[in-house]
């Protein structure tokens, strides 16, 4: 007991040493005693439907403890009673306080989670690319230029964000066979389609493998030296969540010369990064993370969703891209939130949301204008938010693709009916009586024919 304890405070002592935070040892926070017993017993019902999982980082140099449970990183990665419907948190609730077993508590977190539409956007079932006539593991392939790969052992993530849309991955209920051991796939994918230029490998995040499981994909790639292959990028949110993984973490070093060696071939190396309140910008471990990331050749961009309760405010979206600017970050994407999970916690009409975004934007300077959004990656494409306007009488929201399964759908503008309360794209009407958007023909027509990106090249 006495090593325990003291290997406890060791830990706790050393900020780099990486620590996950989960409803097993939370009570060994000290922290939690902040949290009345009401909070706490919220944390537990909740996170036995949704993942819960924080980390060292996060709580002791993220979240402000003082404003907690509304601090924004705090609702980040913490549970919180209102994440699930009250039916739901209430039977829930009831049989944790009656001492329910585990299989009963099992089998209401699965009935539960199946009304939470676990799979939006059709991301399964029509982005399987196909290489004579089999379907290429670990890979989808939804707009011409860039492939996903996802490599099994990123497919978990240093803390996870309570509105993540792979929450079913993370709890279990959807398994991991499309993820891949190996680049193999891939290679030869690229080989077949040459118009393909980039490569995005994400998950989870791939960041969370050691050096020496991450080098079993890329060299390989850099040994293959596909051509056409001009950047590879990796989504991650390491730099918000554990930025250690780039300074302290026993390798990386070794990280960053594999950074260094995909520069070293001419290719663009684009750190995807995810960062959703401005806080996470602002720790010296995240500053120098990013410096020693800059100096292998990478660059960064940035990526968040608005989110109701942690950043549904012009001032956290402007501070955000002029901080990334300052630190020589790229603002890139301001995503839509997904319906899934515990979107009804966090989700924000689709105007609200491009009013934010428009007074953000306002506020910064070209070099932070390079963000687009806010964007729904919905099933047709990424469609963009233009925003409302006037036609011939007509209040119209006006709407635009940033991709599009076709790529000759990017960049018409097109129109719905004016609508305050929709936060989705399904939820839009077209506009002028039409019966149905433009690409919707086609879509269906596409998906008839199973044709997806890669089989058009
Ligand atoms: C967003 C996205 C990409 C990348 O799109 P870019 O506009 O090139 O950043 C690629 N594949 C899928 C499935 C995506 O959702
Ligand atoms: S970092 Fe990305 S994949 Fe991981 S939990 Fe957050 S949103 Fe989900």
Sequence with gaps: MTSL????????????????????????????????KDQRFAIDVVSRVLPFKTNNYVVNELINWDEAPDDPIFTLTFPQKHMLQEEHFNEMAKLISSEASRAEIDDAANRIRMTLNPHPAGQLEHNVPVLYEETV????????????????????????????FRWPQFVGIDDLKFATKQAQGLISYLKQRPRVSDVLITGGDPMVMKTRRFKQYIDPILEDDPPNLRTIRIGTKALGYWPYRFTTDDDAEELLDVFRQITATGRHLSIMAHFNHPRELSTPAVREATERIRETGAQI?????????????????????????????????????RDTGAKHFFEIPLVRAWEIFR?????????????????????????????????????????TFLQGRNPDWVSRPFFAQYDETATWLNELRPAFGEEKFFFEEELEQRYAAGITAGSEN
């Design 5 to 36: 304890l003291s290997s406890v405070t060791a830990e706790s002592t050393n900020p780099s040493k990486y620590r996950a935070i989960t409803l097993h040892n939370i009570s060994s926070l000290p922290q939690s005693e902040r949290l009345t």
């Design 301 to 337: 961009r940035t990526q968040s969703p608005i989110m109701r309760n942690i950043n549904d405010s012009p001032e956290a979206w402007a501070e955000m891209w002029r901080e990334q600017v300052r630190l020589g970050m790229v603002p890139y994407y301001m995503f839509v939130a």
């Design 359 to 399: 007074s953000a934007y306002n506020q910064v300077s070209g070099l932070g204008r390079t963000v687009r959004g806010p964007s729904m990656s919905a099933e047709p494409g990424k469609v963009s938010v233009l925003g409302p306007a006037e036609v011939a009488g007509q209040k119209v929201l006006a709407l």
């Design 137 to 164: 593991e670990g890979l989808q392939h939804k707009y011409e230029e860039t492939v996903l790969l996802f490599p099994s052992n990123g497919q978990t993530c240093h803390a996870y964000c309570t509105f993540c």
